[in-house]
């Protein structure tokens, strides 16, 4: 069976001309090429996570040791102290990444499309003319006029297409195509003859390979692994060196015509254990685009939506944790090359770099340049606008829900999460009914991101059953971490006795108690800052007045401190 080839760098199964594929959705509405348009302001928050971070300089330490998600190396490179340990973590070092995935079949002609994508890596070196007509590298160059160059490692973004007919995979047949990077090199001459800048790159040497296994008549397992196969110049060299021939930030872009995908995170009951047994490795696959339910309950693609939004149209295999279909937040203006920052924060420390500070910037990377010249032009109600926006809350005045109310359990791995883009994840987890804490008040109250939900809990005299006995402010215990999951701090305290201080319900319906150690010398002051070691009931175990711990205090541990003091009644 002859591999994918590429023309045009888009590859294509070399068995099937393009008019043997199945025609896909109109452009833009579904998973084809133009369906990918859907994910593309999210890939490119993904290809861009970590290329600079503030403050964008290249003095700045961070911004020396660059390169650190879906970083695809030559094998004799990362495999020089032996093989790579098998995971899932898209920080590690690899020479490859495998994205495996349930899809359901809708049509006998189903297709799977698939784009890859990356970053080249491109060293700018800055050359000063010397007075003999040659050049000499310089770590940067300044110009008469006081423009700067600085000597840097920028990036190219490269992306291969494949398109293959599911029923060749299924025959047993795996497709491969190329999806490399050739090297090259380009000069720029500089201004008033001040020297010149020239930029290289490396060939990268890489493949994509297709398999699939239909697991049923309808579903099918799908895997797509991108393989370095390129090799290092010097196998012992140091890691900036063997970036220069590696796949960085390597995501892949999955759609398809006649498929559904099935979300790994919250897979419907029945494909649970198919889903479960799905093995990525150095990458984390995700649902993209909307929902396929329309108002009938049909997918536009043939199937049926009947598992509450747990398959699309898309998926996104990328090397960094998101949840299903993650967004843009319409508010960021754009991309700050830090997804876990918020973006008013970096705009407003941005805003006050120094006039120097932002030259170095903008001479260390054109997107450096491009983000220091929006936040200085930025308009003022669209600074506004980055101060945060409210997705959860319903319109005042709304009528509560009808019906009994539903303990709320913890937030579902599928939400409606927005990938504030270049910012923070963004759009809580919203539920219509209120919720039952734990504890002996048993109070039904409003869920936390509602107005009033904190009402009626008082955590310095509210109180939880551990093993039958009412446990709350004063109550002393035992600490009892449990042997599984622990923190590793809290497998110190095991055994020690300790006093509560107060009983706290947190935003998933669970509850945890505050303790502090009867044999610390500075409980008191602890209580007094309100900082204390925290515990699930399970953890503890009560203890009498008279008990005491299973080891002897240290000499000088003082008396336990005074239960705090319970708050009067409001009148």
């Not at 090429?33 to 999210?42: I, N, R």
């Not at 995908?261 to 490795?281: K, M, N, Q, T, W």
Request: overall charge negative.
């Amino acid at each position: 069976m002859p591999d994918a080839v590429a023309e045009d760098d888009v590859a294509r199964a070399a068995t099937a001309e393009d008019s043997a594929l199945p025609a896909g959705p109109a452009p833009g509405s579904g998973p084809g090429p133009a369906g990918f348009e859907q994910l593309s302001a999210v890939a490119d928050a993904v290809l861009y996570e970590g290329y600079l971070l503030y403050p964008y300089r290249r003095s700045s330490p961070k911004n020396r040791v660059r390169w650190q998600f879906g970083v695809l190396l030559p094998r004799d490179w990362v495999e020089r102290d032996g093989p790579v340990a098998v995971g899932v973590s898209g920080s590690a070092d690899s020479w490859y990444q495998q994205t495996e995935c349930l899809l359901r079949t809708r049509r006998p002609d189903a297709a799977v499309r698939v784009r890859v994508r990356y970053l080249q890596t491109q060293h700018k070196q800055v050359e000063a003319a010397g007075p003999d007509g040659g050049h000499r590298p310089v770590p940067s160059l300044r110009a008469d006029d006081g423009t700067a160059w600085l000597t840097f490692d920028e990036a190219v973004p490269r992306e291969t297409d494949l398109a293959v007919a599911l029923a060749d995979l299924l025959d047993g047949r795996e497709h491969t195509a190329s999806v490399g990077a050739p090297g090259g090199e380009a000069t720029e001459p500089l201004p008033s003859g001040a020297g010149r800048v020239v930029r290289r790159r490396e060939e990268v040497r890489a493949r994509t390979t297709l398999t699939a296994v239909r697991l049923a008549d309808d579903l099918v397992r799908l895997r797509v692994r991108t393989e370095n196969t390129g090799r290092s110049a010097d196998p012992g060299a140091p890691r900036e060196e063997a970036l220069r021939r590696a796949l960085i930030a390597t995501h892949t872009l999955v759609g398809g015509d006649g498929v559904e995908f099935v979300s790994l995170i919250d897979p419907p009951g029945e494909l649970a254990r198919p889903a479960g047994e799905c093995r990525s490795e150095f990458t984390f696959p995700v649902l993209g685009g909307a929902p396929l339910a329309q108002t009938d309950g049909t997918s536009p693609y043939g199937g049926h939506e009947a598992s509450g939004g747990s398959t699309g149209p898309l998926l996104l295999s990328a090397p960094i944790i998101l949840p299903d279909r993650p967004q843009i937040a319409p508010e960021s203006p754009g991309d700050l090359h830090d997804a876990g920052e918020i973006d008013e924060i970096l705009t407003l420390r941005t805003m006050l770099l120094t006039d120097e500070e932002k030259a170095e910037a903008r001479a260390t990377d054109p997107r450096a340049a491009e983000i220091i010249d929006r936040v200085d032009s930025m308009p003022p109600e669209v600074f506004a606008r980055l101060h945060g926006a409210i997705r959860s809350l319903s319109p005042a005045g709304s009528p509560a829900p009808a019906g009994p109310p539903t303990p709320a359990g913890p937030p579902t791995p599928g939400g409606p999460f927005t990938f504030d883009g270049p910012s923070t994840l963004d759009g809580p987890f919203a539920s219509d009914g209120p919720f039952v804490p734990g504890g002996s008040s048993g109070g039904e109250r409003p869920a936390w991101w509602q107005e009033g939900g904190d009402e009626g809990l008082s955590p310095t005299t509210d109180t939880v059953l551990v093993d039958g006995v009412p446990v709350g402010g004063g109550s002393r215990v035992l600490l009892r971490p449990r042997g599984r999951g622990a923190d590793a701090q809290d497998m110190f305290l095991a055994g020690r006795a300790a006093r509560v201080a107060a009983v706290f319900h947190d935003v998933d319906g669970s509850t945890h108690l505050a303790v502090t150690l009867e044999d610390d010398p500075a409980a008191e002051l602890h209580t007094w800052y309100g900082r204390f070691h925290y515990f699930r009931p399970e953890e503890l175990e009560p203890l009498t007045a008279t008990e005491g711990p299973e080891t002897p205090a240290p000499p000088g541990a003082h008396a336990a401190p005074e239960p705090p003091e319970a708050p009067a009644p409001a009148p």
